[in-house]
């Protein structure tokens, strides 16, 4: 089902590219883990639904609202898994990042059940995000 999985993960990043919330929140599984790198304060594993949106709106509020991922490339499908080179970028009054990066979604039942991402520069994602 590797082209189905595709189709429900480029959906998931078309709604978030338009902010979108309500697409994104069908497309989340209710028991997502999402697993955020880095040493930052938005950093870990975040279960359920709930936690997942309560850390993007964190990100959102934390960047003044500019928070923005898109994709780079066509997205890539393995199974139940789906790869997407991303770039993301966020600014505030005093700091502003831009950077690549790698999402990886499982997908089960048609819902996103696991994301892992890989920054291109957790240093810097890490200064720019903060304690």
Same mark, same amino acid.
């Given at each position: 089902m590797t082209s189905k999985h595709v189709d429900i993960a480029s959906e998931y990043f078309q709604a978030v590219q338009k902010g979108d919330l309500a697409k994104v929140g069908?497309?989340? @599984?209710e028991e997502i883990v999402w697993h955020q790198p880095g040493a930052n304060r938005f950093s870990g594993e975040h279960k359920g639904r709930d936690a997942v949106f309560a850390m993007l709106g964190g990100m959102m509020e934390a960047s003044q609202g500019s928070f923005?991922?898109?994709?780079v490339h066509t997205l890539m499908g393995n199974g139940d898994m789906?790869? @997407?080179?991303?770039h993301f970028a966020g600014r505030r009054d005093d700091a502003s990042m831009s950077m690549d990066g790698v999402d990886v979604l499982r997908l089960?039942?048609?819902k996103i059940v696991e994301m892992w991402l890989f920054s291109g520069d957790q240093v810097a994602e890490d200064a720019f995000w903060g304690q």
């Open positions: 069908e497309l989340l @599984a923005a991922i898109d994709t789906v790869a @997407a080179s991303i089960k039942d048609d």
